[in-house]
């Protein structure tokens, strides 16, 4: 299974931003797939995910109303849409799969590389 992060970058608050997440060899056909992020010093969290069965959708209470996750079924890959960023948004951004879990960081199974996403003026 491969997952490839991309999209992160500098922008100021109140900025938009789109990740990316494109993946390959995930088997079976109901997972869980999304996005964590871990800001220095602080523990790995989940901000969304979105389930293959259903097109379920979890987002933390920081990002609600202001991420959006959605996917291409076409192009496998998943994308988060992050509009009104604040500095508190700065992480790295992980994109995630899983067999067993949208929002648990350790029932995630397969972890992509991270991408730098820092918000400020």
């Known amino acids: 299974v491969q997952l490839q992060a991309s999209g992160g970058g500098l922008v100021p608050p109140g900025g938009s931003l789109r990740l990316s997440c494109a993946h390959s060899?995930?088997?079976?056909?109901?997972?869980?797939i999304g996005w964590f992020r871990q800001a220095p010093g602080k523990e790995r969290e989940g901000v969304s995910c979105?389930?293959?069965?259903?097109?379920?959708?979890y987002y933390a209470d920081s990002v609600k109303g202001r991420f959006t996750i959605s996917r291409d079924n076409a192009k496998n890959t998943i994308y988060l849409q992050m509009d009104n960023l604040e500095p508190e948004d700065t992480a790295v951004y992980y994109c995630?799969?899983?067999?067993?879990?949208?929002?648990?960081?350790?029932?995630?199974?397969?972890w992509g590389q991270g991408t730098l996403v820092t918000v400020s003026s």
């Open positions: 060899g995930l088997v079976l056909d109901s997972y869980a």
């Open positions: 979105m389930t293959s069965v259903g097109s379920h959708t």
């Open positions: 995630a799969a899983s067999y067993h879990s949208c929002t648990v960081v350790t029932a995630q199974d397969y």
